[in-house]
Every structure is written in C-alpha cells, then in structure tokens.
C-alpha cells in the first residue's frame, strides 16, 4: 500500500467528483429526505458518489470502499476507500459554498488512515494529506499548527445528531465567552480541512459519521493537530464515537476541558 499512489487515486477521485457535483449546482435537482429534514439527499449525490466509484473501480479494483449514499461494498486489496462525495448537501442545495468533496483510503484492517482528500469546489481549494508525509493545500505544504491561546481560537462548529443538539446552546454558551469567535457552516470536511490550513483554529463536530471526517482528520493530524473524541485523542484514525474535536495540541486539551463537563451533563 503506497501511501503516494492511494493519494494520487484519492485525489483524482475527489477532483472528477468535484467536477460533476459542480455540474449540478444551482440546477433544478430531485430532493429526498433521508432520517429528516435537516438530512437531505439528491441526484447530485448519488452521481457524484457513481463518479468517484467509478475512478476507484478503475485504479483500485479490489478494494472496498464506504460511501455515504451508496453503502458498503467489500474488496480484498487490504484498503477502504472513504468517500462522502457532497458533504454539506443542505448548503449545496441553498447554493452556499461551504459544501465539499471528501475522499480517504484506510487501512481495511484496523482503519489506519493513509491517505485524503477534501476538496472545497465552490472555492477551488484542494487539502490533501498522506500519512507520514503532511498535508498540503494547492500543491503548497501547510504550516503545522500551532495555536495555543483559547481566548483567541475561532472554533467550528457542527451541532451533532438530533439527540445531541438539545445540547447546542450549552455548548455555544460555554464556548463564546472564552473564545474569539464561534462558526456554524454546512460541512464537517470542509471545516476540518480549514482547521488544517490555519483558517479556523479548532472544530466540535459530534455525531459524524466515518465519510464525514476520515479525509479532514487526517488533514488535521498530518498538520501537526490533535484529533479525537471527549474520551481522548485518537492518533491515526476516527474516534469511533463520531464525535469529532480537532485543533493544535495545547488548544485541544483546553477546548476538551470546556467542552466535556457541558457534554457530561446530557440533555436538561
């Protein structure tokens, strides 16, 4: 498993699937609702994800992949492919920007990340990271991180699943105060790739799923960032929980100890 080869198929994956998510947008699309209405799915999705399928199948025909709309199938090549192929399909349907394509191959045995790709389509930024080798954006090697005072962090937010969000004003609420400033946006890869290029300083996004973050954690951690859950960092992969803290060292451990004693605290 070379982890320059996975990155070159990880890259043009996402970048075809850029393409053709762009190709729809802003057009008359078929809209459904998956588990509600803040959880929508259109054609521009599923072709997207048929997009990337298709680039995988072709480079990487024995290994599996997981995908947001269309499942999992399984391979023997020792890899999983990882692809959220519009992350933020609510924003993209609004015609907002903060929408991205997500791409990330894993180690099929014990869901080491090797390799990932975000792609912001509306912007044209591309992040992409392999294990071991950084992360860079536009063909440029990021700065690692190194934000360490609270009281000057800007934190991403995404407001969890619909059991957690009951919990949103608690969270906001023990944030602002300590903060420089909060932002809400559409996607948890885009906001993870952001953290990794220096354009926020942290993210709190429970409840994901593993298309959601598998290319953005790796952004962040090959930047020189911490990522894990409330429980603790999770070096080389997902928390397995869903719920998703990322940031600089120092500044990971004093977002943890802010924001645990509000999630500890569960639903009034």
Sequence with gaps: MDPDELLSVAREAALEGARTAMSWW???????????????VSQADRDTERVIRS??????????????EDGATTGTGGVRWIVDPVDG????????????VSVAAADAADGRLLAGVVVEPVTGRVTEARAGGGTSADGRPVRRLARRDLSRALVELNL???????LAGRVVDALVPRVRD??????????LARVATGRADAVWAPGLQPWDCAAGVLLVQEAGGTTGDLDGPAPGTWPASGDVLAAAGPLWTALREVLAPVWASGPA
């Design 26 to 40: 802003g057009g008359e699309l078929l809209v459904e609702e998956k588990a509600g209405p803040d959880d929508l």
């Design 160 to 166: 969890g699943r619909p059991p957690q969000r009951v």
């Design 55 to 68: 680039v995988l199948a072709r480079h990487r025909p024995d290994d599996g992949v997981l995908g947001e």
């Design 182 to 191: 909060v932002r809400r946006g559409g996607s948890a890869a885009a906001a």
């Design 89 to 100: 399909t609510t924003s993209y349907l609004y015609g907002r920007s903060d929408w991205a």
